[in-house]
């Protein structure tokens, strides 16, 4: 049996950055593919740069090609790539075309299956027309909402030929590189599982020896499937921090004026939401009773000057397991409830409280802090503050949030090698031109 190959995929948009992590993995991979945000950054510069460097590699570049196939494969086997990849969705005439120019200068090319609706006809149509590998491809946007590559690799690796080798990309780690050696892949393409890690060359060693030993355990692996659980949700959510998350909701999210009581907690929760007139604490306290282990209690008060919640509350709060309050408005008896050391968020501390009432609603859709919370959203909180995030694409924002805490971890690893962050990041060259 052949060694299976582990491609790096350089998904970045700085050249010498690309570089250094792909010194640091060489030792463990076989291929290094100048990525489409790196082409795009860069253009066949990057290819140029890559091939320098890296002499005993293989190097790919990934065009992208959806028209003009002949001219683009073209220019990237001339800057010095061994295999070009187009879009498999890109029109027959295209591929004819890049497949052409393909054999003409020598290299080889590989088609993308990213949003192919029927990608195991689309596959056996893409050997007809004489493409040399088929890469089995779930996008990063795709990924964030539960899409799996592994799902279909099977039935694509069985849907064609031997001839054709069959890559594998999307969101891979070392478990999931098994699996894709075990179920027939020939390239196995990993990209942040690498690049944004703290130790480079460790995490590709891991993942060279997972792809070996999935290897040499053909047949024995199932596919996986991600189900965006609300237990999935909530591991993700706990990982990342409030800043990741505001910065995967492209900086919304964020209650204005509401920072922690205690601090050093972090809660992750769904809602139970409260709408109650100033002061008026009945139906915040009867929220305790609907809410259950894990639930974050919030509530909208109207004002900042009179308390709907105090230290007995909370008290009942933590006999039910609630996981966090959080409190557009005032919340008193700060000195009982920092002594209980329990998670709860607001904007102001007084000493007075109002009366029970009972004007108000449980279950409602609220604002709270500026933002818009409805009942059974999720919840973040942590010493920066509180982010909401609405229930229907919570997995979606907790995937895209772990790949913002993964960037900064590589990040941060660069700058404890001396490099600024102002450096790390090249922020003169991505200035925005007035």
Same mark, same amino acid.
């Given at each position: 049996?052949?060694?299976?190959?582990?491609?790096?995929?350089?998904?970045?948009?700085?050249?010498?950055?690309?570089?250094?992590?792909?010194?640091?993995?060489?030792?463990?991979?076989?291929?290094?593919?100048? $990525?489409?945000?790196?082409?795009?950054?860069?253009?066949?510069?990057?290819?140029?740069?890559? +091939?320098?460097?890296?002499?005993? /590699?293989?190097?790919?570049?990934? @065009?992208?090609?959806?028209?003009?196939?002949?001219?683009?494969? =073209?220019?990237?086997?001339?800057?010095?790539?061994?295999?070009?990849?187009?879009?498999?969705?890109?029109?027959?005439? !295209?591929?004819?075309?890049?497949?052409?120019?393909? +054999?003409?200068?020598?290299?080889?090319? @590989?088609?993308?299956?990213?949003? #192919?609706?029927?990608?195991?006809?689309?596959?056996?149509?893409?050997? =007809?027309?004489? *493409?040399?590998?088929?890469?089995?491809?779930?996008?990063?946007?795709?990924?964030?909402?539960?899409?799996?590559?592994?799902?279909?690799?099977?039935?694509?690796?069985?849907?064609?030929?031997? =001839?054709?080798? %069959?890559?594998?990309?999307?969101?891979?780690?070392?478990?999931?590189?098994?699996?894709?050696?075990?179920?027939?892949?020939? !390239?196995?393409?990993?990209?942040?599982?690498? !690049?944004?890690?703290?130790? #480079?060359?460790?995490?590709?060693?891991?993942?060279?020896?997972?792809?070996?030993?999935?290897?040499?355990?053909? $047949?024995?692996?199932?596919?996986?499937?991600?189900?965006?659980?609300?237990?999935?949700?909530?591991?993700?959510?706990?990982?990342?921090?409030?800043?990741?998350?505001?910065?995967?909701? /492209?900086?919304?999210?964020?209650?204005?004026?509401?920072?922690?009581?205690?601090?050093? /907690?972090?809660?992750?929760?769904?809602?139970?939401?409260?709408? !109650?007139?100033?002061?008026?604490?009945?139906?915040?306290?009867?929220?305790?009773? +609907?809410?259950?282990?894990?639930? #974050?209690?919030?509530?909208?008060?109207?004002?900042?000057?009179?308390?709907?919640?105090?230290?007995?509350?909370?008290?009942?709060?933590?006999?039910?397991?609630?996981?966090?309050?959080?409190?557009?408005?005032?919340?008193?008896?700060?000195?009982?409830?920092?002594?209980?050391?329990?998670?709860?968020?607001?904007?102001? %501390?007084?000493?007075?409280? $109002?009366?029970?009432?009972?004007?108000?609603?449980?279950?409602?859709?609220?604002?709270?802090?500026?933002?818009?919370?409805?009942?059974?959203?999720?919840?973040?909180?942590?010493?920066?503050?509180?982010?909401? *995030?609405?229930?229907?694409?919570?997995?979606?924002?907790?995937?895209?949030?772990?790949?913002?805490?993964?960037? =900064?971890?590589?990040?941060?690893?660069? %700058?404890?090698? $001396?490099?600024?962050?102002?450096?790390?990041?090249?922020?003169?060259?991505?200035?925005? *031109?007035?």
């Amino acid at each position: 049996m052949s060694r299976k190959k582990l491609q790096l995929a350089l998904d970045l948009l700085e050249i010498d950055r690309a570089i250094r992590i792909a010194e640091e993995a060489a030792e463990y991979i076989d291929l290094i593919e100048a $990525g489409t945000p790196l082409v795009k950054s860069e253009g066949m510069a990057a290819v140029r740069a890559l +091939r320098k460097a890296f002499p005993d /590699h293989g190097i790919v570049a990934d @065009m992208k090609t959806m028209d003009t196939g002949a001219i683009e494969v =073209e220019m990237a086997a001339k800057s010095g790539a061994d295999i070009v990849a187009i879009l498999g969705g890109a029109d027959d005439s !295209t591929i004819e075309d890049a497949v052409r120019s393909a +054999r003409k200068y020598g290299v080889a090319l @590989m088609a993308d299956l990213l949003s #192919v609706d029927d990608p195991i006809n689309r596959a056996k149509k893409l050997e =007809e027309l004489g *493409i040399e590998c088929i890469c089995v491809h779930v996008g990063i946007d795709q990924q964030m909402k539960g899409m799996d590559a592994l799902a279909i690799l099977k039935d694509v690796v069985d849907a064609v030929g031997a =001839e054709v080798e %069959i890559a594998v990309a999307g969101g891979l780690d070392s478990e999931d590189a098994a699996k894709a050696a075990s179920l027939g892949a020939d !390239t196995i393409i990993i990209g942040g599982a690498i !690049t944004r890690s703290g130790n #480079v060359a460790s995490s590709a060693e891991e993942i060279r020896r997972a792809i070996d030993h999935g290897s040499a355990q053909a $047949g024995s692996a199932e596919p996986a499937r991600k189900q965006p659980s609300d237990g999935a949700v909530i591991e993700l959510l706990r990982v990342v921090s409030t800043p990741n998350i505001s910065d995967a909701m /492209h900086h919304k999210g964020a209650m204005k004026g509401i920072l922690p009581i205690c601090t050093g /907690h972090k809660i992750v929760g769904r809602a139970i939401t409260v709408r !109650t007139l100033p002061g008026d604490w009945a139906k915040p306290v009867e929220a305790i009773d +609907r809410a259950g282990a894990g639930n #974050v209690i919030v509530i909208d008060n109207g004002r900042a000057d009179v308390a709907p919640w105090g230290g007995l509350a909370t008290l009942s709060c933590m006999n039910r397991k609630i996981a966090g309050v959080v409190i557009d408005g005032a919340v008193r008896d700060v000195d009982e409830i920092r002594k209980f050391d329990y998670p709860l968020f607001a904007c102001a %501390i007084v000493p007075n409280a $109002g009366e029970p009432k009972g004007y108000g609603e449980i279950g409602v859709e609220i604002v709270c802090g500026g933002q818009v919370v409805r009942d059974g959203d999720y919840i973040v909180g942590d010493d920066s503050g509180v982010v909401v *995030i609405p229930k229907e694409r919570a997995y979606e924002i907790a995937r895209r949030a772990k790949e913002v805490y993964k960037t =900064e971890l590589r990040i941060r690893s660069e %700058i404890e090698r $001396g490099k600024s962050l102002s450096e790390v990041l090249d922020l003169a060259k991505w200035e925005k *031109i007035l």
